[in-house]
């Protein structure tokens, strides 16, 4: 599978999930295709004085658990099979982590670096302004995603609080999460995904009788998923051999000092050039001898050609859809256990609705809450997958998709089918 055939990926592992626990064919026809389609082309003046088309998306796969949700990624690559795909493991994520949400996605296809920040303003609220009513608080609620930020969330919000009478503005600042704290955002929301990411590594340790302090681990990705995982993990005493990202990977078997990692990339826009590590090429990364290995970055990163090379002992998906179909079933064969995207990076979202509630309550909790509520969502996720890959002798991403649509499933039964 390529990234071209992202949603036939997602399509794939989801009827086998069905076909392992013999979901109900109707309710299979209504998961299997998204609620909604939002593509819309607005005009943009640029700096220069010249007008710019962009193309942006929004797909609502479902929301019979509740407002659809789901982040915005500004990247070249976007497009509608990549949404799709995105939207969909949006609603089996809020699924398995017990949030009252369906998925959703979307984006706009830009490189946010080829415009200036004026420009990325005027092309986000411009986007705002073009989806309209297809976004709402209580509706559709996006978030930060690749190449988004608290920024744009801002920019957003207030974008479309002035589209809505001035007496429901106040009670309208949950139309987005991932805003900044001062803006109505969540503490420990810019931590989250990778949090969420420790929680899970820290339960699957402690059914295996693993020890975090003695571990060893390498990151692809060093934005803020990876670098907030492996800063995280560090707290362990576990060791950071490797890092990679769009500029180059490095390694270090005496071990990296994340924290001092991500300030050298905050400065040069990338791990190439870190003095405190040598330069490898990609294969020598994904060849890294260490016990767990956490692809953050964008998906099918792990392929049939990819996958040998790889010799952790766990792979903890910190990004959506890292590992391809063929990918899986080479890291199965080797023994390689895998802790899926759509239960591992979950605590973004989960944290998303602690923000959420926050803002509809007129709320603000401290962090110590959040954490421990979000510990309390993931561990309880991890073992619910646990559970069900015992009972039905599957593979843990099979059982991840099993959990989600156990619960879809009940609800379109309970609700039944208008008219």
Not at 30 to 36: A, C, D, E, H, S
Not at 289 to 295: L, R, T, W
Request: glycine share 8%; net charge neutral.
């Amino acid at each position: 599978m390529s990234k071209l055939n992202l949603f036939d990926m997602v399509t794939a592992r989801y009827e086998k999930a069905a076909k392992v626990m013999n979901l109900d064919v109707e309710i299979q026809k209504i998961l299997g295709r998204p609620m909604n389609e939002i593509i819309v082309n607005f005009p943009v003046v640029m700096d220069d004085g010249k007008i710019q088309i962009f193309t942006g998306y929004r797909v609502q796969h479902n929301n019979v658990l509740g407002p659809f949700k789901g982040g915005l990624r500004y990247h070249p690559q976007v497009n509608i099979d990549e949404v799709r795909a995105l939207a969909a493991w949006m609603t089996w994520k809020c699924a398995i982590v017990d949030l009252p949400y369906g998925g959703a996605k979307g984006g706009i296809q830009i490189d946010p670096k080829q415009y200036s920040l004026k420009e990325l303003e005027h092309i986000t609220r411009r986007f705002t302004y073009a989806l309209g009513d297809s976004i709402g608080p209580d509706y559709d609620i996006p978030a930060p995603d690749v190449n988004t930020n608290p920024q744009i969330m801002a920019w957003i919000l207030d974008t479309y609080l002035s589209t809505v009478p001035p007496q429901e503005r106040l009670r309208s600042i949950h139309v987005v999460t991932g805003k900044p704290v001062e803006a109505g955002g969540s503490l420990g929301r810019n931590k989250a995904t990778g949090q969420g990411i420790v929680f899970t590594i820290e339960r699957w340790a402690q059914k295996k009788n693993f020890d975090l302090k003695k571990a060893t681990f390498f990151v692809q990705g060093f934005g803020n998923v990876g670098s907030w995982a492996a800063r995280i993990l560090c707290q362990h005493g576990s060791k950071l051999l490797a890092a990679q990202d769009h500029t180059g990977s490095i390694y270090n078997k005496d071990g990296i000092d994340p924290e001092d990692l991500q300030k050298y990339v905050e400065a040069n826009g990338g791990v190439k050039g870190y003095k405190k590590a040598t330069e490898v090429s990609h294969e020598q990364f994904l060849g890294t001898e260490a016990d767990i290995f956490i692809p953050a970055a964008l998906e099918s990163q792990i392929t049939k050609k990819t996958a040998p090379l790889i010799k952790a002992k766990l792979v903890a998906e910190g990004a959506n859809g890292p590992t391809d179909i063929e990918g899986d079933e080479v890291l199965f064969s080797k023994g390689i256990e895998i802790i899926p995207d759509v239960l591992c990076n979950a605590g973004g979202v989960c944290v998303s609705y602690f923000e959420w509630l926050q803002n509809k309550r007129s709320e603000f909790w401290d962090l110590d809450d959040v954490d421990h509520k979000l510990k309390r969502r993931m561990v309880d996720a991890y073992d619910r997958v646990d559970e069900i890959a015992k009972k039905f002798n599957t593979d843990s991403r099979t059982a991840s998709y099993i959990v989600a649509l156990q619960k879809l499933e009940f609800v379109y039964k309970k609700r039944g089918i208008f008219p």
